[in-house]
């Protein structure tokens, strides 16, 4: 049988398994059997690549197998490291994870880029055009997925900034993009391996100058828009090795990737390059209004027995919840409010944590059933109605600023409607204020009383209250 047409019909099947394992995760009870329908995709990708080796000459084949065996090592060494990092990774460390691996993508799509340029293999200016946006894509998109893993890692704790910093990245970018069309149009795709050197390292330098800047609460957009990027990258280097998986799983990936991007740049009611080019999220020393009132501290134990006797309660979780790996206990809390006859829903606001959905797995993990969890555009109205709202570790998601400062760098975000119900209590470590440094009017509202602790602790002492008061 022609070995082409195996791997054609393969690459085929691959990529009919990454589009309907794409699709299953669009809802989280599929979402799980979609990732195995699109690792098979992978797998089925990768087998059909090795079948190449059947359609070289024989004279050629001795040299072929030194990159086999290079695939098979490198091959080892990726599964092997995704296996066991993935296993040990904690819940609150899945964001820079997913950071880092998507980065890896775009260094991948880099290296195809390079390895292409070097060799002078793409010939034709379409197939040099699309190879040199293609790496220049795929560097930024690594290099920014590095610096956004040191940030959510904590081993980056401050945003950079100098004077003159978007003339700076935009005299870089210029530079890059020169080499860039010198190496197209001047050597035609035969520019000496330096000119290629420094165009990947002016990329390089560009993805960090670019995200370097960009503060904490903006990290969910930020990742989302590098894995448009390297969605991206991946796909144009799938046109040039003319292979249908790469570019159609890099097409699918871009066009998934751009979508949540601007969903979640909308969930912040700002722009794309607000959110690039902007300050926000980078000091505390905005406008804060005139903030009336006080913060008033409650006992653990006073607001587990109030939520006791609610009709319904409405919980809205954020990073606070992850770092204190709390969602089991608060799990366990909401099935004895709910044996006791309390209604109990989850709001989920669409950037809460550090990536998108990143609640939403939180929760699975806890075993919160997908009916009690619902997105903010769902649940919102439903806030009027509840006895108690709890906001457990979430800060900016929750701040009524966003409707009634308008000087504040958050108004007009659209937030989760917490302060319109009966009580509200609030879950937290200290003082604090949120990634955005701005202060939250919701802790000075008269309905508003705060409970300070890990929010594990609290949620064990929550439990402790509910049990003791018996039936």
Known sequence: MNPNLIIDSSYIAAAFLFIYGLKRMSSPVTARSGIVVAGWGMAV????????????????????????????????????????????????????????????????????????????????????????????????????????????????????????????????????????????????????????????????????????????????????????????????????????????????????????????????????????????????????GDIKGSMKPAEAGDAAVQMRYASKVIFAPGYGLAVAQAQHKLYEFVKLLQDKGVEVKFAIHPVAGRMPGHMNVLLAEAGVPYDIIFDMEDINQEFATADVAVVVGANDTVNPAARTNKSSPIYGMPILNVDQARQVYVIKRGQGKGYSGVENELFFRDNCNLVYGDAQKVMMAMVQAVKELGE
């Open 45 to 288: 990708a990768v087998a059909a690549s090795f079948l190449y080796v059947f359609g070289v000459s024989e004279e050629a084949r001795p040299h072929l197998w030194v990159n086999v065996g290079l695939a098979v090592v490198a091959l080892g060494v990726g599964l092997g490291w995704a296996w066991i990092s993935g296993k040990r990774v904690a819940m609150t460390a899945m964001p820079q994870m997913v950071a880092i691996y998507n980065g890896l993508g775009g260094g991948s799509a880099a290296l195809i880029a390079a390895v292409e340029l070097l060799g002078g293999h793409a010939t034709g200016v379409v197939e040099q055009v699309v190879t040199v946006v293609g790496g220049l894509i795929g560097s930024v998109s690594f290099a920014g997925s590095v610096i956004a893993w040191a940030k959510l890692d904590g081993r980056i704790n401050k945003t950079w900034r100098i004077k003159g910093q978007q003339l700076l990245n935009g005299t870089v970018m210029l530079a890059t993009l020169a080499v860039g069309l010198y190496i197209v149009f001047g050597a035609q795709g035969h520019a000496p391996a330096g000119v290629v050197i420094l165009f990947f390292a002016g990329a390089l330098v560009f993805g960090v100058l670019m995200t370097m800047p960009i503060g904490g609460a903006d990290m969910p957009v930020v990742i989302s828009l590098y894995n448009a990027f390297t969605g991206l990258a991946v796909g144009m280097e799938g046109f040039v090795l003319q292979n249908p998986a790469l570019m159609i799983a890099g097409m699918v990936v871009g066009s998934a990737g751009t979508l949540l991007t601007l969903l979640m740049a909308k969930a912040m009611n700002r722009s794309v390059s607000n959110v690039i080019f902007s300050n926000f999220g980078a000091t505390g020393d905005e406008d804060q």
